[in-house]
């Protein structure tokens, strides 16, 4: 990604990092039958030892992209990296830190075991202090994957040699931004912060490692609204500030406050929003205030970058095409998007649900909790404190597997974790289908006749009955009791733009625009002049691979004419009957 002064993660950010985007050396194994993922170092350390590398990477962009220099799209199982970077190590401590790797990543700094992590959507860190030496060094990473692995999320990526379907091309490796972090020996490890509007202040709750003093400032637009210190600080440690401004973050209105972290010579930049979240009856309330999301599908996929998009420009982008015709925020779909994409959702007050990639995993396996649930804890801890993120969806439709229906102690476990972790935003325990123990009960509904859509739906407003299309092949499987609800993904209306591929999308096919944006209008109305639902999320912002049912191309190029889009922006703008006092 271009600008590589401009640090990966905003919200926990040192002046004190060192980039290592770029050229790699590189080397992968296709798949092979009988593939197991390693279980200590020796793997890494034989091809640390004895790998070639005929290749030359472009990091972060997996080697199934184009602009990884690579655009290898058939299975990998094993794919490995070798950079000589150059160190100034000093007395503090050094960090080696990878956004996002697919799946099971083992470090190894000079030869020599640095950390292994599992899990392709969570960003992570190993401290490599007394690995590494003044001068050149060598870092080697060594990626396992295996996308057809009952125990593997894999989110939206194919499990057959070519996409088909709603599943794509796949990502291996790393895909997030790779660099180093210097720190004094004594340093900031976390924070988490609770901003309260009606208190007009922050509680800045961190985690460091050392013994110092602690000084929290808050700013606004460059002037300081808010100090304060804590001497000899160690361990938890939660500081509360007073704010001199208010100023509220608001959907279409970012007003975000910086926030400087000093302690024992470490200093972390960070910001944070002025907002509360809250369900209310059947109301969404955002800041005390009954707001309608007005969502849009984003699956976070780029024809040349795969799950990596090209700079954030293109992550920008995406935000303003959903603005431009009239959403307020998206469902980021099967995916942990990156940190700076999260950020300019924050700039831009755009609301957004954090998801996890949890198709792939086998729901009906024993051990699915023990390999979900730390990758979800660690996607909690790094985003937590984005204020555009007002909910939280662990699971997305949880089908059977082979004829096994989920394990319902898996849902409702990884639930219960979610508000013991965050209990301040609602929290979907498996989006669609199938519902367990939930704080929102949504459901997902691609039926394309307008009428047919309103009058199954206005059932929940005069007799407190939901319509769940799902039960019908599947009777039983989930109970509405009355929840807060919205229908979570409709639409999907197919306009194909893309010959190069065999095009489908959901339900019959529209022959021209004005037909298009009758069906659009007809089911968006259906759902924002229904009292009993605090939004929709309509299936797709852009189209994807074979899957053309977005409202652009996969290119973000228009596919209608500007009068379309403005139909399409007056129905989801539209007054919802939930907001009228």
């Known amino acids: 990604m271009e600008n590589q002064c401009v640090h990966p993660n905003p919200q926990f950010a040192r002046t004190t990092f060192q980039p290592l985007n770029g050229e790699w050396d590189f080397g992968f194994k296709k798949a092979a039958r009988g593939f197991r993922f390693s279980k200590d170092f020796s793997r ?47 007395a503090g401590r050094v960090f080696l830190h990878i956004g996002a790797a697919d799946y099971l990543t083992t470090v190894l700094v000079n030869g020599k075991p640095a950390g292994r992590h599992m899990g392709g959507y969570t960003s992570f860190a190993f401290e490599i202090t007394d690995l590494v030496r003044e001068g050149e060094n060598e870092l080697f990473i060594l990626c396992e994957d295996d996308t057809r692995n009952g125990l593997v999320p894999s989110g939206k990526q194919s499990a057959r040699k070519k996409s088909y379907g709603c599943s794509y091309t796949r990502t291996t490796g790393i895909w997030q931004s790779v660099y180093l972090e210097y720190t004094p020996q004594n340093y900031i490890k976390s924070i988490r912060l609770y901003p309260d509007p009606s208190a007009g202040c922050v509680t800045v709750h961190t985690v460091l490692c050392g013994k110092g003093d602690l000084r929290c400032e808050a700013s606004y637009k460059g002037k300081s609204v808010g100090v304060q210190e804590v001497k000899n600080a160690c361990g938890e440690t939660v500081v509360q500030i007073p704010l001199a401004e208010t100023h509220l973050w608001e959907v279409g209105h970012g ?36 707001v309608f999301q007005r969502l849009v599908l984003d699956q976070g996929y780029y024809r040349d970058g795969i799950y990596t998009a090209p700079d954030d420009v293109a992550l920008i982008r995406d935000i303003e095409l959903a603005q431009s015709v009239g959403f307020n925020g998206a469902r980021l779909h099967q995916k942990v998007f990156d940190p700076r994409f999260l950020y300019f959702c924050d700039r831009y007050g755009y609301l957004v649900w954090g998801e996890f990639g949890s198709w792939g995993l086998d729901t009906s396996a024993p051990a699915a909790l023990e390999v979900f649930l730390p990758q979800w804890l660690e996607a909690l801890a790094r985003d937590c404190n984005h204020p555009c993120i007002v909910g939280w969806c662990p699971f997305n439709e949880t089908w059977d597997t082979h004829g096994r229906k989920q394990r319902d102690g898996l849902i409702a476990a990884v639930y219960d974790a979610t508000k013991a972790f965050d209990p301040t935003r609602p929290c979907i325990d498996t989006s669609g289908n199938f519902h367990v123990k939930t704080d929102i009960y ?29 039960l019908q092949d599947h009777p039983g499987r989930q109970h509405y009791n009355g929840e807060p609800t919205f229908v979570s993904e409709y639409g999907g209306i197919k306009w194909a733009a893309d010959a190069q591929y065999k095009s489908w999308g959901y339900g019959e096919d529209v022959h021209n625009e004005t037909d298009f944006a009758a069906r659009y209008a007809g089911l968006t109305t259906a759902l924002t002049g229904n009292r009993k639902m605090f939004g929709f999320c309509y299936t797709q912002l852009y189209d994807v691979e074979q899957e053309q049912n977005g409202l652009f191309t996969y290119d973000r190029a228009p596919k209608f004419s500007d009068e379309t889009y403005q139909k399409i922006k007056a129905a989801n703008k539209a007054t919802a009957a939930i907001e009228q006092k």
């Not at 790998?51 to 199982?77: H, M, R, W």
């Not at 926030?259 to 955002?286: A, N, P, Q």
Request: proline letters at 4%; hydrophobic letters at 35%.
């Open 44 to 90: 890494a350390e034989k091809l640390c030892a004895a790998a070639s590398y005929p290749q030359k990477i472009q990091v972060p962009f997996c080697p199934e992209s184009v602009l990884s220099g690579i655009g290898y799209t058939d299975f990998i199982n094993l794919a490995w990296y070798r950079k000589a970077v150059e160190i100034q190590k000093g």
């Open 255 to 290: 007003r975000l406050y910086d926030l400087r972290l000093t302690f024992s010579g470490d200093t972390v930049e960070s910001y944070f929003g002025l907002r509360t979240v809250r369900l209310d009856g059947m109301r969404f309330l955002i800041n005390e205030k009954s």
């Open 442 to 470: 949504d459901v997902h509904d691609y039926r394309y006749d307008p009428a047919e859509f309103k009058a199954s739906f206005a059932r929940l407003e005069t007799d407190g009955e939901l319509y769940e299309h799902v």
